[in-house]
């Protein structure tokens, strides 16, 4: 589908200001949706809301369908009557630009078992009758994740093919023990995904009245150690004891002399599609649900993928394999209806990859830290794009746009001031106007990028595994943001908010 020509902002909940150590969706989520809405601009960007594993990943999840139960707000539920402000009072952390999430995960563990009791024991009808119906239209996916989570809890958080076999391998008088052992603690996961559930599509919602559509990110690969391989063995490339045999990463290029070694079990495409793709097919409805428009990551990898033998160090040795292309999309499209998506068509594209991309009119994206390191043919400066595109000064994994300029060659740094007309003083500004002018039909800059913030504020660094997803702004950096140079360039690029009326 084509989208509208307009304008917004990437920003992960876990950035807002606030006293529990992190972001959450909490009473900051509206402040910021309300300063898009000042400055008229139509969308707000997320990276991932699922469970994160190992370092704290967006994209290293427990469960391609759950929440991230931390991004609940406690101020919510005190609002609600299922926390006192002694309690609240009680879990603050110190205003930090980084998150604490170790303080705050403890802290929120406690009062979230306080809500969860006052709830059940204050119950009234209607609450009773949604929290049931949430369960059995959830229920494909929630039942094995809520137990996967007791389990995985009761077995201190490892990989659940080193639990006993008899829960490992899901036999299924081991199920039924394991659902009445853990029973209290199943009840509990039940309700953290019906509160975050809630309060999610409350702020959603508030976005939506405003005009603002929310995009979501869905990555391709699922983690190992996570509730979707335990409970589909079958659709993913593990052997009988749950092992990974094929997994997932990039070949060696520029960047890496080695390649990326992702290390996500691949999926068997041909058990999938015997299957109708459904598994996939909920992944996305599921999406479609929580977001207006969802961002598919590593688009290129559902044309060809690289296929690494779990043995492997390295990527270096790995072969490309068909992936299931248009039988997939053309499956989700019959099931879904329109498909509101935008490819990351980044890295190594392609001509297969762009015809995918392009047979459903998915918008491609351009970055414009990528648009100097060659000559005027480049596909990343402005006058080489098409409008079925999404320009962004940089993503979650490049540096902000003042911390690229510091960083970059000379000869980069010239092409920008050439290219822009420019000093390079304010190249945060000039990327976001170049940006905003584009013909692309929609133009997402990182918050980073409005506040005019350097390398230290940077959200990611690919191919590091410590030191990511910490970024959060303070109350400061907000109210210094220019609100009248956004709405100057919002008005004479015509991506304002166009309001039904």
């Known amino acids: 589908m084509r989208f509208p020509r307009s304008c917004g902002c990437l920003v992960h909940p876990t950035s807002f200001p606030g006293k529990y150590g992190m972001g959450d969706f909490g009473f900051e989520a509206r402040k910021f ?85 006052r709830f059940f ?6 609450e009773k009758e949604a929290f049931n119906a949430f369960k059995k239209q959830n229920k494909h996916w929630l039942d094995d994740f809520v137990l ?17 076999e008899d829960i490992a391998q899901r036999k299924p008088e081991a199920l039924k023990k394991y659902r009445e052992k853990f029973k209290e603690q199943i009840e509990y996961q039940y309700w953290l995904q019906f509160e975050f559930n809630n309060q999610w599509i409350a702020l959603k919602n508030y976005a939506n009245q405003k005009g603002i559509r929310v995009i979501g990110d869905i990555p391709i690969f699922v983690d190992h150690n996570s509730a979707d391989v335990w409970a589909n063995p079958e659709y993913f490339e593990v052997d009988e004891k749950g092992n990974r045999m094929l997994v997932a990463g990039v070949p060696p290029d520029y960047f890496s002399k080695t390649g990326q070694l992702w290390g996500n079990p691949l999926y068997k495409w041909d058990k999938l599609e015997e299957d109708g793709f459904s598994w996939w097919v909920d992944r996305f409805k599921q999406m479609f649900y929580a977001f207006d428009a969802i961002r598919v990551d590593h688009f290129r990898g559902f044309n060809a993928y690289w296929e690494i033998k779990a043995s492997e160090k390295t990527a270096e040795n790995g072969r490309w394999v068909k992936g299931p292309g248009k039988k997939l999309f053309d499956t989700i499209l019959e099931q879904c209806g329109e498909l509101p998506i935008i490819a990351e068509d980044l890295g190594f594209m392609t001509e297969g990859v762009e015809k995918l991309r392009d047979k459903y009119n998915f918008p491609g994206m351009k970055i414009i830290q990528f648009a100097f390191d060659s000559d005027s ?38 092409k920008a001031r050439t290219y822009t007309r420019s ?46 997803w910490l970024w959060r702004y303070t109350y400061e950096m907000f109210k210094n943001v220019d609100e009248q140079h956004i709405q100057h360039l919002v008005e004479i690029s015509n991506r304002q908010i166009h309001r039904n009326t």
């Open 423 to 468: 000093s390079g003083e304010n190249i945060h500004w000039e990327f976001i106007r170049l940006g905003m002018l584009s013909v692309a039909d929609q133009a997402i800059f990182p918050l980073q990028d409005y506040m005019g913030l350097d390398e230290s504020h940077r959200m990611n660094i690919p191919g590091t595994s410590s030191g990511n």
């Open 377 to 414: 043919a480049n596909d990343f400066l402005p006058h080489n794009y098409t409008p079925n595109s999404v320009v962004y000064s940089g993503t979650h994994d490049n540096d902000t746009a003042i911390g690229w300029y510091n960083s970059t060659n000379e000869t980069e740094q010239h």
């Open 148 to 164: 996967f989570m007791a389990c995985s809890l009761y077995y201190n958080r490892q990989p659940w093919n080193t639990w006993d």
């Open 121 to 126: 024991d204050s119950i009234k009808k209607e």
């Open 33 to 117: 949706i309300d300063f898009l809405d000042r400055t008229n601009q139509s969308i707000w960007q997320v990276l991932p809301l699922t469970p994160t594993g190992y370092g704290n990943s967006p994209y290293a999840s427990y469960s391609a369908f759950a929440g991230n139960v931390y991004l609940i707000s406690p101020d919510i539920l005190h609002k609600k009557g299922l926390l006192t402000q002694d309690e609240i009072d009680d879990i603050q952390l110190p205003y930090s630009t980084e998150a604490d999430y170790e303080a705050s995960f403890k802290n929120k563990d406690r009062v979230y078992q306080l809500a969860f009791k």
